[in-house]
């Protein structure tokens, strides 16, 4: 056998520091997760581990929480991540016709991003508070309620509450994106529809839109993926309730590690939860990416 | 056309800050000011009470120091580590490097609650329960795959050639990453410092999980978690001085670095 050269081993060296840490606390509790997943570990063990083969995942298939949570999961991604759309588009094209108080405008838009999110979600739930907070106030003085909404103790007005608080801090961060795509577009582009008689429209879809595809693709993926693993906003401004009608897969799974104590059926949870996200990570990549070819 | 994009260019910066401006009106109203049906706008009889309170009473100003000491740990061993390997990973080619890569972004992908309860496991049988390396360590790790992403792609773009010279006038691989490499890439660094600083100090999950002291607490979880003494008795006054104490470092760094920040943010988008 072949002695591994020292200029190899040296080389190896730079990636020591960061090999252990992803190795520790990250490859680690991704294989202890999985394999936690085939065993029964709980209060009825008496946290030692059973061997389960796959009764954890047969549990999820009939667990109608764990339905509920999935649903609840996919809606508030499904809502945020399209309303953050529409709001961080329409805002990068409004604000790149802008000439001046673009860099003002750039750090205002950026401060609810930076802000915690479980900070936000504070922010929000005194916000919507039904006596005292702002949102009531307002409506009540404009005229369009007529008495104070209890807005985190309804179903649908909770739901209609984190997802509001979600776009609050994300729209932003996809204004960022595209905004910093929409820099990257030639002008003559635009002149060249202008002089083949093209109006706004014409811009937009030839130009503007092919341009701005890849960063938005890029965002969404992103967004799809942090709306779906949502928590601190959740858990800070509704617990998930009330009755669980706004809780999501992550808050289920923790209440599940965390409370219940139940460690083989969370890790079994984690795995469902990550497969069903990489299918529909990977079928939005499909669709795009033979849209993507498409277009051009 | 021009007016209407103004005028919803406005509307949206009013939306982002006028939440942050009625928390700093009510961090400043009394206790009997904030149960006023309607609200007022305005506080009448402006007070510090509520600051007070939350530095005196509660352990405010412990949960400023852990969190800072946390995230700026955090920002120091992830961008020390990732340009270690960022370094080497820029002047790679082929198949080790591109599945490098690609594993890198998947792990970018996992979802916080994938690692929480492992890690957990690993914190305690370590006894770093409540302590602030339980959640620096941790938290490196999960920004590496974002930093190196970062400082790789930065890397790449200084010319080999400078590195050529440093080695003929007789400089260590390593001298001449410290003397050349780094200054160079100095603003790449401070981006994903910054970065790694902004989300170790908005971290909520871990610290939620791994810390259970008052003194121990970081400031995200501290604010998340004000309440009085009974459950009725919510202390309204000392959450909006809280939530606005939490904000004025963030919002100060968003305004020395907003271009490093979005800089950041893009480049991981682009690339």
């Given at each position: 056998?072949?002695?591994?050269?020292?200029?190899?081993?040296?080389?190896?060296?730079?990636?020591?520091?960061?090999?252990?840490?992803?190795?520790?606390?990250?490859?680690?509790?991704v294989?202890?997760?999985?394999?936690?997943?085939?065993?029964?570990?709980?209060?009825?063990?008496?946290?030692?581990?059973?061997?389960?083969?796959l009764?954890?995942?047969?549990?999820?298939?009939?667990?109608?929480?764990?339905?509920?949570?999935?649903?609840?999961?996919?809606?508030?991604?499904?809502?945020?991540?399209?309303?953050?759309?529409?709001v961080?588009?329409?805002?990068?094209?409004?604000?790149?016709?802008?000439?001046?108080?673009?860099?003002?405008?750039?750090?205002?838009?950026?401060?609810?991003?930076?802000?915690?999110?479980?900070?936000?979600?504070?922010?929000?739930?005194?916000?919507?508070?039904?006596?005292?907070?702002?949102?009531?106030?307002?409506?009540?003085?404009?005229?369009?309620?007529?008495?104070?909404?209890?807005?985190?103790?309804?179903?649908?007005?909770?739901?209609?509450?984190?997802?509001?608080?979600?776009?609050w801090?994300?729209?932003?961060?996809?204004?960022l994106?595209?905004?910093?795509?929409?820099?990257?577009?030639?002008?003559?582009?635009?002149?060249?529809?202008?002089?083949?008689?093209?109006?706004?429209?014409?811009?937009?879809?030839?130009?503007?839109?092919?341009?701005?595809?890849?960063?938005?693709?890029?965002?969404?993926?992103?967004?799809?993926?942090?709306?779906?693993?949502?928590?601190?906003?959740?858990?800070?401004?509704?617990?998930?309730?009330?009755?669980?009608?706004?809780?999501?897969?992550?808050?289920?799974?923790?209440?599940?590690?965390?409370?219940?104590?139940?460690?083989?059926?969370?890790?079994?949870?984690?795995?469902t939860?990550?497969?069903?996200?990489?299918?529909?990570?990977?079928?939005?990549?499909?669709?795009?990416?033979?849209?993507?070819?498409?277009?051009? | 056309?021009?007016?209407?994009s103004?005028?919803?260019?406005?509307?949206?910066?009013?939306?982002?800050?006028?939440?942050?401006?009625?928390?700093?009106?009510?961090?400043?109203k009394?206790?009997?000011?904030?149960?006023?049906?309607?609200p007022?706008?305005?506080?009448?009889?402006?007070?510090?009470?509520?600051?007070?309170?939350?530095?005196?009473?509660?352990?405010?100003?412990?949960?400023?120091?852990n969190?800072?000491?946390?995230?700026?740990?955090?920002?120091?061993?992830?961008?020390?580590?990732?340009?270690?390997?960022?370094?080497?990973?820029?002047?790679?080619?082929?198949?080790?490097?591109?599945?490098?890569?690609?594993?890198?972004?998947?792990?970018a992908?996992?979802?916080?609650?994938?690692?929480v309860?492992?890690?957990?496991?690993?914190?305690?049988?370590?006894g770093?329960?409540?302590?602030?390396?339980?959640?620096?360590?941790?938290?490196?790790?999960?920004?590496?795959?974002?930093?190196?992403?970062?400082?790789?792609?930065?890397?790449?773009?200084?010319?080999?050639?400078?590195?050529?010279?440093a080695?003929?006038?007789?400089?260590?691989?390593?001298?001449?990453?410290?003397?050349?490499?780094?200054?160079?890439?100095?603003?790449?660094?401070?981006?994903?410092?910054i970065?790694?600083?902004?989300?170790?100090?908005?971290?909520?999950?871990?610290?939620?999980?791994?810390?259970?002291?008052?003194?121990?607490?970081?400031?995200?979880?501290?604010?998340?978690?004000?309440?009085?003494?009974?459950?009725?008795?919510?202390?309204?006054?000392?959450?909006?001085?809280?939530?606005?104490?939490?904000?004025?470092?963030?919002?100060?760094?968003?305004?020395?670095?907003?271009?490093?920040?979005?800089?950041?943010?893009?480049?991981g988008?682009?690339?």
């Open positions: 056998m072949k002695k591994p050269s020292r200029s190899f081993v040296r080389e190896l060296s730079w990636f020591v520091p960061a090999a252990v840490l992803l190795l520790a606390l990250v490859v680690y509790p294989l202890r997760t999985i394999g936690l997943s085939f065993f029964h570990k709980n209060l009825l063990t008496g946290f030692n581990s059973q061997f389960a083969g009764e954890n995942f047969a549990r999820i298939i009939t667990d109608s929480r764990f339905g509920s949570s999935l649903w609840v999961t996919v809606l508030f991604t499904l809502i945020s991540v399209t309303v953050e759309f529409g961080g588009l329409l805002l990068a094209l409004c604000a790149s016709s802008l000439r001046q108080w673009r860099t003002a405008v750039r750090v205002i838009l950026l401060i609810p991003w930076t802000l915690p999110t479980a900070v936000i979600a504070v922010l929000w739930a005194w916000m919507l508070n039904d006596q005292y907070g702002g949102v009531n106030a307002v409506l009540l003085r404009v005229g369009l309620i007529h008495s104070p909404v209890t807005w985190l103790a309804e179903p649908a007005t909770a739901m209609a509450a984190v997802v509001f608080a979600d776009v801090k994300t729209a932003p961060f996809v204004f994106i595209l905004y910093a795509g929409l820099q990257n577009i030639p002008r003559e582009l635009y002149d060249a529809i202008e002089v083949d008689g093209g109006g706004a429209w014409a811009g937009f879809r030839y130009v503007t839109w092919p341009h701005l595809l890849p960063f938005t693709f890029v965002a969404l993926i992103f967004r799809i993926v942090q709306a779906f693993a949502v928590f601190d906003l959740i858990w800070v401004m509704t617990g998930g309730g009330p009755g669980g009608s706004t809780e999501t897969l992550s808050v289920y799974t923790y209440r599940t590690y965390m409370r219940y104590l139940d460690f083989g059926y969370g890790a079994a949870s984690v795995v939860t990550v497969v069903i996200l990489a299918l529909i990570a990977g079928g939005l990549y499909r669709l795009v990416v033979t849209k993507y070819e498409r277009a051009f | 056309m021009k007016g209407l103004r005028l919803f260019v406005l509307a949206c910066c009013f939306a982002a800050l006028a939440p942050i401006a009625w928390h700093a009106m009510s961090s400043l009394s206790a009997s000011e904030l149960t006023l049906v309607p007022t706008l305005l506080p009448q009889h402006p007070t510090l009470a509520n600051y007070e309170a939350l530095f005196q009473r509660r352990h405010f100003i412990r949960y400023c120091i969190s800072f000491v946390i995230a700026a740990m955090t920002s120091l061993v992830c961008v020390a580590s990732a340009s270690l390997a960022a370094h080497r990973l820029a002047r790679m080619r082929g198949t080790v490097r591109s599945a490098i890569r690609l594993g890198l972004l998947t792990v992908f996992f979802p916080p609650i994938v690692f309860f492992p890690v957990y496991e690993l914190i305690r049988a370590a770093l329960v409540n302590h602030p390396w339980g959640l620096i360590l941790p938290y490196s790790a999960l920004n590496l795959p974002f930093a190196i992403w970062l400082l790789t792609g930065s890397f790449e773009q200084i010319p080999y050639e400078l590195e050529e010279a080695a003929i006038d007789g400089l260590s691989r390593f001298q001449t990453f410290r003397t050349v490499v780094v200054p160079l890439a100095t603003p790449a660094l401070i981006t994903a410092g970065l790694t600083f902004v989300f170790s100090w908005n971290e909520f999950m871990f610290a939620l999980t791994f810390l259970n002291v008052e003194s121990e607490k970081t400031v995200t979880l501290g604010v998340a978690t004000l309440s009085g003494a009974f459950a009725e008795e919510i202390p309204y006054g000392q959450i909006a001085a809280g939530v606005i104490a939490s904000s004025v470092p963030l919002i100060l760094l968003v305004l020395i670095f907003q271009r490093r920040i979005v800089a950041g943010l893009t480049a988008a682009v690339k």
